[in-house]
C-alpha cells in the first residue's frame, strides 16, 4: 500500500539534526538568520540521536488509546522490526470521548455510562489493530482500565483507596473493563502506581516511554507522575539496576503544536517554539521511511478519532520522533539559615531557577498577569526547603497561588515515606495547608511577597525528610485555575549531604 | 529554623521575648520596662514607618528570635502621625511613658546601652548610616548561631538597601554584644568624644 506521497528523494541522506536544528531556529523568528551565522551558532536546544538497538526492552506508556502511536509509533515498529522486546500499557481506555466520534449512532444526547463503556471496547480493538500493522501481538498490549480525564484528580486528590474517583462518563469507581489488568481495579492513585510498578518488575525495561510533564492535558501529566512514580518507589526499594531505566518523554497537547497541521511525512518535527529557552535535552529519532508508512497506516486504523481531529493526529507523522530526556532537577544547598524568607532575591545568587515556565497563555498575558508564573527556584539547607516564584506581575490577593508537593524518601526498617503536601497561599500572609478534613491554617510554613517575587519556607519535616519531591506549583482565580508549572522531579539528595 | 521578615502579627510575640530578654538586664540598671501591650503597640510603630525593620527566626510556629534593624531614613514621624501612634502615644503619656521617663525611641535605645543611653544618637547626620540593631533569641535557643545568623541577615538587608556603614554604640562591659559583632565582622571604632563608657562597633557593608 502506497498511501505517503513519495516523490523524490535524495538518495540515502537521513536528515541531520543539525539541520532539523536550524529549521528550528529560523522558524523560531532569530533576529538575523544570516547563513553563515547559523552555521557557526551552537544549538541552544541540545539535541541528540537516538538509536533502537538489539537488546534494548521497550515500555511504553499512553494514557489514551491513540497516544502511544502518536508518540511513539515509528519507535515501536523500529523496535519491532530489531526483535526488542516491547510492552504497551494503556492506563485508560479514552472512554471519555468526543461525541462526534459516534457520527450520530446515538440520538440520545446524554449518553449512557453502558454507551460509553461499548465505545472504550471499540477503542481498543482499533488499538489492537493499529499495533498489529507495527508487527506488535496483542499480548504485547496491557490494558489498564483507568478512567478517561480523571487521572489528574486521581493524582491529585484521590490518592487513597478509601477515596475513589467516580467517573463522569461511565459513573464507575472501579474498572468496568473485564481486560483490565487488574480486574475491578479501584480508581485511585495509590492502585494505578501498583500497576505500573507490577509492570516495570516484571517487564524490566532498559527504556521507558511516557508522556511529556508539559502536556497540558491532565490524563498526559498525571500520566507522565504515575509512571515516574512507580519508578522512584521502586528505585527507594533497591528494585532497579543501577543507573534505572532511560526515561523518555513525548509531548501530545501543547497549544498549536505541532505546527503546522496536516500530513507533512517529510517535515522534521521540532520542539515547540517556547521551549527553545528551557534547558531540557531533546532526543530524536530518526525514522525511515518505511517506518513513517507504518506508522501512518497505524494511525489511519483509529477510525473514531479520525473523525474530528484528522489533521491534528496526522501531523505526528514526521520523518522523525521527539523526545525529551527526563532528568531529575538537583536541589542545591545552602549554607544553614543562609536564606531570609523576606521575597528579596538578593540572597538566591548563584542559585539558578529549577523550573520555568514556557507558557504564556492568552489570558495570563492579558488579564491575570499577576497569575502567571514565570520561574520556580528551590534551595534547601538542612532543615527546610526554601521556594522562590517569580510571577509577571506583582502578587496580589485575588489569586491562590498554590504548590503541591509530593515527598518520597526512605523511612526507618526498610519502608518508604510519603508526604503528600498541597499549600495554598494568599497575599500578603495568609498560609494553608489542604488536609483530610480540607484546608487549615499553617503556621510552620513561612511565606513573604515582595512585589512580584513569592518567597516559601517549608520545613522538611512537613514532607517527611524526602529523597526526591514532585512539585508543581498553580495559580487559581475562585477554583479556576489560571496558570500551571508542569510537575518536576526535585533531587534532593546531592552534594553536601550529611552521614 | 526559618529566617523571615517580620509580619505585622509577629509584633506580640516579639514584645514578650523583649520583655523577657531585657526585663532583667534593665532591672539591675535600676529602669523599668513598660507592660508588654505597650511595648507591642510601640514595636507597632516600628513596624509601620519601616516594615522591613523586624527580622525574625521562626521554629515551627514560634519565634525564637528577632532583629531589629531599621533603615537610618526609616518615615518614623509620618508613621506615628499618619497611623495614629502619636494620638494613643499622647494619650498614654501623662500616665505609662512619663513616670518611666521614656518614649518608644528612648525604649529601644536604652535597651541597646543596657538602660542607658549612649551619647550617640542612633539617628546621624549621614544618612547611609545605621546607628540601631537590637538582637534577641529565646533563653533555651541560645548558643546556636541564632543570633549570628540574625545579624547576618540584618546586614545584608541593610547592604541591600543602600547603607554604607552600620555604627553601634555599645557599653563597654557588654562582653556578650561585643563578641556577637565581632564574629559578625565589626571591629571596634577610635573613641570619640564624650564615649567614655562607650565603645563602638563598626562595619562597612
Known amino acids: 500500500m502506497r498511501l505517503l506521497p513519495w516523490r523524490r528523494r535524495a538518495p540515502s541522506v537521513p536528515p541531520t539534526h543539525g539541520e532539523a536544528f536550524e529549521g528550528f531556529r529560523a522558524d523560531h523568528g532569530g533576529a538575523d538568520p544570516s547563513a553563515g551565522e547559523r552555521a557557526v551558532v551552537s544549538p541552544a536546544v541540545p539535541w541528540q540521536p537516538l538509536v533502537v538497538e538489539k537488546g534494548q526492552r521497550w515500555l511504553v506508556v499512553a494514557p489514551h488509546c491513540d497516544d502511544e502511536i502518536l508518540g511513539a509509533g515509528g519507535l515501536l515498529h523500529r523496535a519491532a522490526q530489531l526483535g526488542c522486546p516491547v510492552r504497551v500499557v494503556l492506563l485508560t481506555n479514552g472512554d471519555g470521548y468526543n461525541r462526534t466520534a459516534l457520527r450520530g449512532q446515538s440520538r440520545r444526547w446524554r449518553l449512557t455510562p453502558a454507551q460509553y463503556i461499548e465505545f472504550a471496547r471499540v477503542r481498543q480493538k482499533e488499538t489492537l489493530a493499529a499495533l498489529e500493522v507495527l508487527g506488535i501481538s496483542r499480548a504485547q498490549v496491557v490494558f489498564c482500565g483507568y478512567p478517561d480525564r480523571g487521572l489528574a484528580a486521581m493524582w491529585e486528590d484521590h490518592w487513597d483507596y478509601h477515596k475513589p474517583y467516580r467517573s463522569r462518563f461511565t459513573r464507575a469507581t472501579r474498572s468496568p473493563y473485564d481486560n483490565s489488568r487488574t480486574p475491578g481495579a479501584v480508581f485511585c492513585g495509590e492502585s494505578v502506581v501498583r500497576d505500573l510498578e507490577e509492570i516495570v518488575r516484571e517487564f524490566r525495561p532498559t527504556h521507558v516511554v511516557l508522556p511529556h510533564p508539559h502536556d497540558t492535558h491532565g490524563d498526559h501529566w498525571a500520566g507522565c507522575c504515575f509512571t515516574l512514580y512507580a519508578l522512584e518507589r521502586l528505585r527507594l526499594r533497591g528494585r532497579l539496576p543501577v543507573g534505572g531505566p532511560v526515561a523518555l518523554q513525548y509531548l501530545v497537547h501543547q497549544g498549536l503544536w505541532p505546527q503546522p497541521r496536516g500530513l507533512r511525512p517529510r517535515l522534521a518535527m521540532v520542539p515547540p517554539k517556547p521551549y527553545a529557552h528551557i534547558p531540557l535535552a531533546w532526543a530524536s529519532l530518526d525514522l525511515p521511511r518505511e517506518s513513517v508508512d507504518h506508522k501512518l497506516r497505524a494511525l489511519l486504523c483509529y477510525r473514531t478519532q479520525m473523525v474530528f481531529m484528522r489533521r491534528y493526529l496526522l501531523s505526528f507523522v514526521r520523518r522523525n520522533e521527539l523526545f525529551s530526556l527526563f532528568s531529575l532537577l538537583p536541589v542545591p544547598w545552602v549554607d544553614d539559615g543562609a536564606i531570609l524568607v523576606d521575597g528579596e532575591s538578593y540572597d538566591w545568587e548563584g542559585i539558578g531557577g529549577v523550573v520555568l515556565d514556557p507558557r504564556s497563555h492568552m489570558l495570563t498575558r492579558r488579564v491575570g498577569r499577576s497569575a502567571d508564573i514565570r520561574a520556580a527556584a528551590a534551595c534547601r539547607d538542612k532543615h527546610n526547603l526554601y521556594l522562590r516564584l517569580e510571577l509577571r506581575h506583582r502578587a496580589v490577593n485575588d489569586y491562590l497561588y498554590g504548590i503541591s508537593l509530593h515527598g518520597v524518601g526512605r523511612g526507618g526498617h526498610g519502608h518508604e515515606t510519603r508526604q503528600r503536601l498541597r499549600i495554598g497561599l494568599q497575599v500578603p500572609d495568609r498560609v494553608r495547608i489542604r488536609g483530610e478534613g480540607g484546608w487549615q491554617p499553617s503556621g510552620e510554613i513561612v511565606v513573604r511577597a515582595q512585589r512580584s517575587q513569592l518567597e516559601v519556607g517549608i520545613p522538611l519535616s512537613l514532607l517527611g525528610w524526602p529523597e526526591r519531591v514532585f512539585m508543581s506549583v498553580e495559580t487559581r482565580f475562585r477554583g479556576l485555575v489560571m496558570d500551571r508549572v508542569a510537575w518536576q522531579v526535585l533531587d534532593f539528595v546531592g552534594e553536601g549531604r550529611e552521614g | ?205
Open chain 2, 1 to 205: 529554623m526559618i529566617y523571615a521578615v517580620a509580619k505585622r502579627r509577629d509584633m506580640g510575640s516579639i514584645a514578650r521575648l523583649f520583655v523577657e530578654s531585657f526585663a532583667e538586664r534593665l532591672g539591675h540598671a535600676g529602669a523599668r520596662l513598660p507592660a508588654p501591650v505597650l511595648i507591642e503597640q510601640a514595636l507597632r510603630l516600628f513596624y509601620d514607618a519601616d516594615p522591613r525593620s523586624f527580622l525574625v527566626a521562626q521554629q515551627g510556629p514560634d519565634i525564637a528570635g528577632y532583629a531589629f534593624a531599621p533603615h537610618p531614613r526609616s518615615a518614623l514621624w509620618r508613621a506615628a502621625v499618619v497611623r495614629g501612634h502619636a494620638l494613643r502615644w499622647l494619650w498614654q503619656w501623662p500616665v505609662i511613658w512619663r513616670p518611666a521617663g521614656l518614649s518608644p525611641l528612648r525604649l529601644m535605645i536604652t535597651v541597646q546601652g543596657q538602660g542607658r543611653i549612649p551619647a550617640v544618637l542612633w539617628r546621624s547626620r549621614d544618612p547611609g548610616e545605621a546607628r540601631l540593631l537590637l538582637a534577641a533569641v529565646r533563653p533555651d535557643l541560645r548558643g546556636q548561631g541564632v543570633g549570628t545568623n540574625l545579624v547576618r541577615h540584618a546586614l545584608a538587608a541593610w547592604r541591600h538597601r543602600g547603607v554604607a556603614r552600620v555604627r553601634l554604640p555599645i557599653p563597654v562591659d557588654d562582653e556578650g554584644a561585643r563578641r556577637l559583632l565581632l564574629k559578625a565582622g565589626f571591629r571596634e571604632a577610635a573613641e570619640g568624644r564624650g564615649l567614655r563608657r562607650w565603645s563602638v562597633m563598626e562595619r562597612e557593608l
